[in-house]
């Protein structure tokens, strides 16, 4: 029986995206689109790793992330997070060199602090941070790294 993957992401093209190249890997991808959802298909589903976006409605990843490692059913359950931030955050970077005004330096410093904690903080730290844009080969070899096949 393949090992379940869910990939918990607002925008749909990325979830089919991932959940063809999982398939294609040798698993059976789950799909849900917000952090609400997506805990429900832990529950229901009960899959072998979870991809979370970080910025998703409803239940950020951030959130769904510290929630599972929190619950002694999901503490051990891998996780791989996705974030577009810091490509994001470049862009606006860039964006605003050749202006007086720097749109959005409080929300880009929090979410670079945010993503900092988790990564150096032990007890709530993912199993990898994936950055987007996604390679689907690359996903896969990693998952496979974490869970096998």
Not at 60 to 80: A, H, M
Not at 134 to 145: G, L, M, N, T
């Amino acid at each position: 029986m393949a090992k379940k993957v869910l990939v918990v992401d607002d925008d749909v093209n990325t979830v089919r995206f991932l959940s063809v190249a999982l398939e294609e890997g040798g698993y059976e991808p789950l799909g849900a689109y917000d952090g609400k959802e997506g805990m429900e298909k832990i529950k229901s589903e009960n899959p072998d790793l979870v991809i979370l976006d970080v910025m998703m409605p409803k239940k950020s990843g951030f959130v769904l992330f510290k929630q599972l490692r929190k619950d002694e059913n999901y503490k051990d359950l891998p996780v791989v997070m996705l974030t577009g931030v810091a490509d994001s955050l470049d862009e606006l970077d860039a964006q605003s060199d050749d202006t007086f005004e720097r749109p959005y330096d409080a929300l880009r410093e929090k979410f670079r602090k945010i993503i900092k904690e988790m990564k150096e903080d032990a007890l709530v730290k993912p199993d990898l941070f994936i950055d987007k844009p996604i390679d689907p080969e690359e996903v896969v070899e990693k998952i496979k790294q974490l869970i096998g096949t």
